[in-house]
């Protein structure tokens, strides 16, 4: 049982037993922009993709201002906390490599900021950037936090993820190597997929021991090319609550106990969420799926076997 009572590794307990203080991840925009959005693979981008590359909306170009924002937006008085630096919007790692160096060794320097996730891709990961990710591991606390998915390459190919679950394999390993953490968000719901090729997901995610996942229910977001597809395909979307529930349970119960979770659903905008209204109260779901396992008395790793 974790420090937050939870059937699973949450990362919040995570990090207070290892910095022995609440830490809030503060989102930050680095400005950058996307391989599958710029024209350089594609100008379609992801199909869920919205405008802010999926992070969300903060209003200052300056880090500092940026990151003082944030923390009088997200602290609470009287709590022992800390702050991580989340660079989330758009491929944090595509573009000017100067330009990479001056926010990430500036976020780091910041005194408020105890370390960073950077939100990319893995098929920008070239070796400059690699160089730079390594030298920031060895300086603070850091996760390169990669958009897997799935591992069905004609779910990628549906999303117009832009490269293959091949590729991202062997791009991966440059991280491993320099035994980087890594995270992977997959998403729950995609059309044409089951519990079959959720705990082929996870089953990857076991095998090449991510430090961390996040676990998004798929929702349509008006203005994304998904809800162009949504309207035309409304017989594809009949995920309930009761069903992510089951299938997030299955998905824990699979995983390697080591690995954090630090997402068990979906972050879309409550108010452009077209589809599944039960996402929109994402603490409803998140005491259904921690309700159940005490019910049923399950737990993350119990169906798991170290291969
Ligand atoms: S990789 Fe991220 S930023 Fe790029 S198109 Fe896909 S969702 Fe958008």
């Given at each position: 049982m974790e420090i937050n009572k939870k059937r699973y590794r949450d990362l919040d307990s995570y990090f207070k037993r290892k910095f022995n203080k609440k830490i809030i991840k503060?989102?930050?925009?680095?400005?950058?922009?996307?391989?599958?959005?710029?024209?350089?693979?594609?100008?379609?981008?992801?199909?869920?993709?919205?405008?802010?590359?999926?992070?969300?909306?903060?209003?200052?170009?300056?880090?500092?201002?940026?990151?003082?924002?944030?923390?009088?937006?997200?602290?609470?008085?009287?709590r022992k906390?800390?702050?991580?630096?989340?660079?989330?919007?758009?491929?944090?790692?595509?573009?000017?490599?100067?330009?990479?160096?001056?926010?990430?060794?500036?976020?780091?320097?910041?005194?408020?900021?105890?370390?960073?996730?950077?939100?990319?891709?893995?098929?920008?990961?070239?070796?400059?950037?690699?160089?730079?990710?390594?030298?920031?591991?060895?300086?603070?606390?850091?996760?390169?936090?990669?958009?897997?998915?799935?591992?069905?390459?004609?779910?990628?190919?549906?999303?117009?993820?832009?490269?293959?679950?091949?590729?991202?394999?062997?791009?991966?390993?440059?991280?491993?190597?320099?035994?980087?953490?890594?995270l992977?968000?997959?998403?729950?719901?995609?059309?044409?997929?089951?519990?079959?090729?959720?705990?082929?997901?996870i089953?990857?995610i076991n095998?090449?021991k991510f430090w961390g996942i996040k676990v998004?229910?798929?929702?349509?977001?008006?203005?994304?090319?998904?809800?162009?597809?949504?309207?035309?395909?409304?017989?594809?979307?009949?995920?309930?609550?009761?069903?992510?529930v089951d299938y997030v349970i299955l998905i824990l119960e699979n995983l390697d106990p080591n690995i954090i979770i630090q997402r068990l659903t979906?972050?879309?905008?409550?108010?452009?969420?077209?589809?599944?209204?039960?996402?929109?109260?994402k603490a409803r779901v998140l005491s259904t799926i921690d309700k159940k396992l005490k019910d049923e008395d399950k737990k993350q790793g119990d169906l798991w076997k170290e291969?």
């Amino acid at each position: 049982m974790e420090i937050n009572k939870k059937r699973y590794r949450d990362l919040d307990s995570y990090f207070k037993r290892k910095f022995n203080k609440k830490i809030i991840k503060i989102p930050l925009d680095g400005g950058f922009t996307c391989p599958n959005r710029d024209g350089k693979i594609s100008k379609l981008g992801c199909i869920y993709c919205s405008e802010n590359g999926a992070g969300d909306f903060t209003k200052y170009d300056d880090l500092d201002k940026q990151i003082d924002f944030q923390i009088n937006r997200l602290k609470k008085e009287n709590r022992k906390e800390g702050y991580m630096a989340y660079f989330q919007n758009f491929t944090s790692t595509y573009g000017n490599i100067q330009k990479m160096k001056k926010l990430f060794y500036g976020a780091i320097n910041n005194p408020n900021i105890m370390g960073l996730s950077i939100a990319t891709r893995a098929d920008c990961l070239s070796d400059e950037v690699i160089a730079l990710l390594d030298d920031l591991n060895k300086k603070t606390f850091l996760v390169v936090e990669l958009g897997l998915q799935s591992v069905n390459e004609k779910s990628i190919e549906f999303i117009n993820r832009g490269y293959s679950h091949k590729e991202f394999d062997q791009d991966l390993l440059k991280l491993k190597e320099k035994n980087i953490k890594t995270l992977a968000h997959i998403i729950i719901g995609l059309p044409n997929e089951d519990i079959d090729d959720f705990l082929n997901d996870i089953s990857y995610i076991n095998k090449r021991k991510f430090w961390g996942i996040k676990v998004h229910n798929l929702y349509i977001e008006k203005g994304s090319r998904i809800f162009d597809y949504y309207l035309k395909n409304q017989n594809d979307f009949t995920m309930t609550l009761d069903q992510y529930v089951d299938y997030v349970i299955l998905i824990l119960e699979n995983l390697d106990p080591n690995i954090i979770i630090q997402r068990l659903t979906g972050d879309g905008r409550r108010d452009k969420i077209v589809w599944p209204i039960w996402s929109k109260n994402k603490a409803r779901v998140l005491s259904t799926i921690d309700k159940k396992l005490k019910d049923e008395d399950k737990k993350q790793g119990d169906l798991w076997k170290e291969k």
